[in-house]
């Protein structure tokens, strides 16, 4: 039993891994990818008959992966603003990549950029993921993409 | 640059695919019921606990709050059908047949078949059969609960594990399907309504759909793609990424449907989620294979946009999405043939794990049940002895939720919870869903219900069921006639009209065809 079902975490694990590396990478950063594709895929094994009563596991694994890397960003915001308190830097950069512009957006744009953009989540999974109305989205994406304009021009 | 939204998802996709992906293992987790989540939350409680001063003797008289109250509450007293009928044979799960009279069980041998008997003392498990069949992962009752179709261990050659697929019958007896099929093809497999073939996948690639003789035999591969959907003329609904197609069945022609995907975005795949009911309206997937993904509704050869925020969830009626939009957390419906959205009373329960059954009722909850009329959102909670484990819960018709527990099964009838349960066949307000250009001064009977719409350059045509028998023009006669339109009388057809307009009503040929209402839209011909 235990070795059937660890074939099957190991074929989704698979189908996945790449998608799901790389939205972390884009939310994270490299260093703590691995992290959020670990946890996402320990919370699903935690779920009682995952394979049943999920009908989309690459979807699941994708909003639970996003919310793992935001709790993950808040924590590290926290310490950044603290860390911009004590030795101030001008955040006014120019001429960054788009990976690295990305990395400089507040958490809830970053990862809202990274759903829609990357991951392709309509408005709805995108406030999900988020914890916020849909109706927040839309602004939220906006200054989103205003702030990369000015980060990559 | 990014000033267009494509030009951002172009850019990023770019971007992220040139980061490298190392190569680690999946960590070995404990899975199973909520063994982590369960063990987690004791620790979190003892350290909050201990932190705060509190004792052990305290603990013991702590309860833990119920998950996010529900509106409308009213708990009911145990009930004779929430009686725990035990796992058999020391099984530990199994799955209750979709009529609730059968029952399959996950033994440590194999597996074992049981009839499901109502006696006057509760419900009783009789064993039929004990077979030691290598199941792999999971199968499910097919959707006549005729057997119970599932995934048999095979070999594995190269990366692709193959299965071999099979049905444990009613009797007991098993008939191998077919051998090395394409993983889960169980879960995904579909039984025609006739009951006699079942399609499923071929292994990639490419991938067929092969239709399996349901008393076994050699698969015929039938058309390259995946297969959706039967519809009730007997035509296999499939998908080619690109293409909607419907083989042709002794009944009914086939089709085929281009998906008319956005232009800037034309290298997308298509996968075909779920088709409506009555085969109007398809959800379909757009998107890359492994990036973006959207979920569109291909209706009358367009493609529609879910309503902001919405997800799909699943039909209700004939053509009515139930979508969940997180916006103000309530359920609503979308018929994609008017564009009509209406919202419903449920909302969706927080933290707790939900499913829906044909769109009338929502069961969620983790230490206690709650049901929910998804109309209305009125609900009625249970009293469960869930454990640390929770609980699982399926569907058996109607209406009626199967919860599985780490002791036994518990039977929940959904719809005498309440005292004006939920119509099983539709919601109680579909009238009120109009499709669009409908002559505003007609009302429907309310037996009649608009199952279609179609426009073209010269007519409307709209298509409605008025039940069974009664889908002929004397229906919808007075109707007309009430609300001023005159009928023609020649030429001598149901033709009605009034100021310029006309209508024709067409009955049906045979009882399950609809009512089709037409409207000329190049003047009219009626005296």
Not at chain 1, 63 to 73: F, K, Q
Not at chain 1, 136 to 144: A, D, E, K, Q, W
Not at chain 2, 413 to 419: E, G, N, S, V
Not at chain 2, 434 to 458: E, F, H, K
Request: charged share 20%.
């Amino acid at each position: 039993m235990e070795e059937e079902l660890d074939e099957r975490w190991e074929h989704l694990y698979r189908a996945s891994r790449d998608e799901l590396f790389r939205g972390a990478c884009l939310l994270v950063g490299v260093h703590d990818a691995e992290e959020v594709v670990q946890e996402a895929f320990e919370r699903a094994m935690r779920e009682r008959d995952f394979f049943d009563r999920v009908a989309n596991p690459g979807g699941w694994l994708r909003v639970v992966a996003a919310r793992c890397a935001l709790s993950r960003l808040r924590r590290e915001q926290r310490w950044e603003r603290l860390q911009q308190f004590l030795h101030p830097r001008d955040l006014a950069e120019r001429n960054l990549d788009l990976r690295s512009a990305l990395l400089r957006l507040p958490a809830n744009q970053r990862m809202a950029i990274t759903l829609r953009y990357y991951h392709g989540l309509d408005y709805g999974e995108i406030a999900s993921a988020l914890r916020v109305e849909a109706a927040s989205v839309g602004p939220i994406l906006t200054r989103g993409r205003a702030a990369l304009r000015e980060m990559i021009r | 640059m990014i000033d267009h939204e494509a030009d951002l998802t172009r850019r990023l996709r770019a971007a992220a695919a040139t980061i490298e992906v190392p190569w680690t293992p999946l960590r070995r987790h404990h899975s199973g019921p909520g063994r982590l989540a369960a063990v987690g939350s004791v620790a979190v409680v003892l350290v909050v606990a201990l932190l705060l001063g509190r004792g052990l003797a305290n603990l013991r008289a702590t309860t833990t709050p119920a998950t996010s109250a529900p509106t409308t509450s009213a708990s009911i007293a145990q009930r004779s059908d929430l009686a725990l009928v035990p796992w058999p044979d020391g099984a530990r799960d199994g799955w209750v047949s979709p009529d609730g009279q059968f029952l399959v069980a996950r033994l440590g041998e194999g597996l074992g078949l049981y009839r499901v008997n109502r006696a006057d003392t509760g419900i009783v498990l009789t064993r039929i059969a004990r077979r030691g069949l290598a199941l792999f992962g999971s199968g499910r009752w097919l959707d006549d609960s005729s057997g119970f179709i599932f995934d048999g261990r095979s070999a594995s050659p190269g990366t692709t594990a193959t299965l071999d697929l099979a049905v444990l019958e009613r009797g007991g007896t098993v008939t191998p399907l077919a051998t090395g099929v394409l993983i889960y093809s169980a879960q995904f497999s579909h039984l025609a309504p006739d009951g006699r073939s079942i399609a499923i996948a071929s292994p990639c690639c490419p991938q067929r759909v092969q239709i399996v003789p349901r008393a076994g035999g050699t698969p015929r591969g039938v058309v390259e793609g995946a297969p959706t959907a039967w519809d009730d003329r007997g035509r296999l609904i499939a998908y080619n990424f690109r293409d909607i197609i419907a083989v042709a069945s002794a009944s009914a022609p086939g089709y085929r449907i281009t998906v008319p995907l956005p232009p800037d975005d034309p290298g997308s795949v298509v996968s075909v989620q779920s088709a409506a009911p009555d085969h109007s309206a398809f959800v379909v997937q757009t998107g890359r294979g492994s990036g973006p993904q959207m979920m569109r509704v291909l209706v009358d050869g367009r493609l529609l946009d879910v309503p902001e925020g919405g997800l799909p969830l699943q039909w209700i009626g004939a053509h009515e999405l139930l979508l969940y939009r997180s916006g103000d957390g309530r359920f609503s419906a979308f018929d994609p043939l008017s564009g009509k959205v209406r919202t419903l009373g449920a909302t969706l329960p927080e933290g707790g794990t939900w499913w829906g059954t044909n769109g009338k009722y929502l069961a969620w909850g983790l230490r206690g049940l709650h049901i929910t009329d998804v109309e209305t959102g009125e609900t009625r909670h249970l009293d469960l002895p869930a454990g640390d484990a929770g609980f699982a819960l399926g569907v058996t018709a109607p209406g009626t939720f199967v919860v599985t527990m780490r002791d036994g099964l518990r039977f929940v009838d959904a719809p005498a919870l309440f005292a004006q349960p939920a119509p099983l066949g539709q919601l109680r307000d579909r009238p009120t869903v109009q499709p669009i250009n409908v002559p505003a001064d007609l009302t429907l009977p309310p037996s009649c219900r608009y199952v279609r719409y179609v426009d073209t350059l010269s007519l409307f045509r709209w298509e409605l069921d008025c039940g069974e028998g009664r889908n002929d023009p004397a229906t919808l006669a007075a109707v007309l006639q009430n609300a001023g339109w005159v009928r023609c009388v020649d030429p001598p057809t149901s033709a009605f009209a009034k100021g310029g307009r006309e209508l024709l009503v067409e009955g049906a040929e045979r009882p399950q065809e609809p009512l089709v209402l037409t409207e000329r839209l190049s003047g009219t011909s009626c005296r």
